[in-house]
């Protein structure tokens, strides 16, 4: 048991699913996202089951000594108010590297959004990964990682299935997660 696995299940009596295999290239698709706390409890868990994860975050928070701490646990800083190919600029980080997992939260914000962000789908495709879907469940303190989706390339129909997908688990304000 390491550090996080014991802060995870141990002290804040959270446990865990897991189905997918530990790929060495994915997307995380993690949902629903309705609390600054999906971000701590995220990461303790795939530290628990001993994964590495990279995340995209505001550059905002990247200022010295926290952008130090973000960077170490995978953190990479995004620029939104630049128009970049963040789509072509991360499945290039994808290819050429050996191992990378990405997590994202598509829904971009903590506040109720039917528009997800479609970026983690393109990167996916063009990156030729596979989409890890992973459910957090406030009511029964449990993170889900059961299923692996492939895109198929109708996008707009993937990410209905997959919203719907996401229905079956509760966020801490679950009145923030509309399909």
Request: net charge positive; glycine share 6%.
């Amino acid at each position: 048991m390491n550090v996080a696995d014991f802060i995870y299940r141990k002290i804040l009596g959270w446990k865990y699913v897991v189905k997918v295999p530990d790929y060495d290239k994915s997307i995380i698709c993690a949902a629903p996202h309705t609390s600054n706390w999906d971000f701590i409890i995220g990461k303790l868990f795939y530290s628990a089951i001993r994964r590495k994860t990279y995340f995209f975050m505001k550059k905002d928070w990247f200022f010295f000594p926290l952008g130090f701490f973000l960077k170490k646990m995978g953190g990479i800083p995004v620029n939104r108010s630049k128009r970049t190919s963040m789509v072509d600029q991360m499945a290039k980080k994808l290819e050429e590297a050996q191992r990378m997992t990405i997590a994202i939260t598509p829904e971009g914000t903590r506040s109720p959004n039917r528009d997800w962000k479609k970026g983690f789908y393109f990167i996916a495709c063009k990156a030729n990964v596979p989409i890890v879907l992973i459910g957090i469940d406030y009511e029964k303190k449990t993170i889900y990682a059961e299923r692996t989706f492939t895109p198929t390339g109708d996008v707009e129909r993937d990410i209905e299935e997959m919203k719907h997908y996401f229905t079956r688990y509760k966020g801490k304000r679950p009145e923030n997660y509309v399909v």
